[in-house]
C-alpha cells in the first residue's frame, strides 16, 4: 500500500470517528432532554399522591382506590428514567449510580460517590 492510500483511509476513518461522535452527543442531548422531562412528571405525581393522601388525611375517608392509578403511573415513569439513564450510559461509557445518581467508570463495581454496589 501506498502512503498516499494510507493517508486517505486515515483521514476517512478519523471522519467516521468524529461523524459517530457527532450523533452520540447529538442523542445524548435528547436523552437529557427526556430525563428531565420524566423527571418533572415524577415529580407531579409524587405531588398528586401527597395531595391525596393528605386530603385523606384530613377528612379521615380512605383514598386507596384512587392511589392505584397514579402509583402504576410512576411506576411506569421510574422505569421510563432508569431505562434513559442506561442508554444514556451506554453513550458515555459510564455506570450510572441509582442510589445516588454519580456517573462512574464502565468498569466501576461500586459507586465512588456513595459505596454502592454498581
Ligand atoms: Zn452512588
Known amino acids: ?33 427526556e430525563a428531565s422531562e420524566t423527571e418533572r412528571a415524577i415529580s407531579l405525581q409524587l405531588e398528586k ?28 415513569l421510574e422505569q421510563k428514567l432508569a431505562q434513559i439513564n442506561d442508554a444514556m450510559d451506554e453513550l458515555r461509557c459510564t455506570k450510572h449510580c441509582n442510589a445516588c445518581g454519580q456517573n462512574n467508570a464502565a468498569n466501576a463495581a461500586y459507586c465512588q460517590n456513595c459505596g454502592e454496589k454498581l
Not at 1 to 26: F, N, S, Y
Not at 49 to 71: N, T
Request: aromatic share 4%.
Open 49 to 76: 399522591i401527597g395531595r391525596l393522601v393528605y386530603a385523606a388525611h384530613k377528612s379521615g375517608e380512605s383514598v386507596e382506590e384512587q392511589l392505584g392509578e397514579p402509583y402504576a403511573a410512576l411506576e411506569q
Open 1 to 33: 500500500m501506498t502512503t498516499v492510500e494510507e493517508v486517505i483511509l486515515k483521514a476517512k476513518d478519523l471522519a467516521d470517528a468524529a461523524g459517530k461522535k457527532t450523533g452520540d452527543l447529538v442523542q445524548l442531548g435528547k436523552l437529557k432532554l
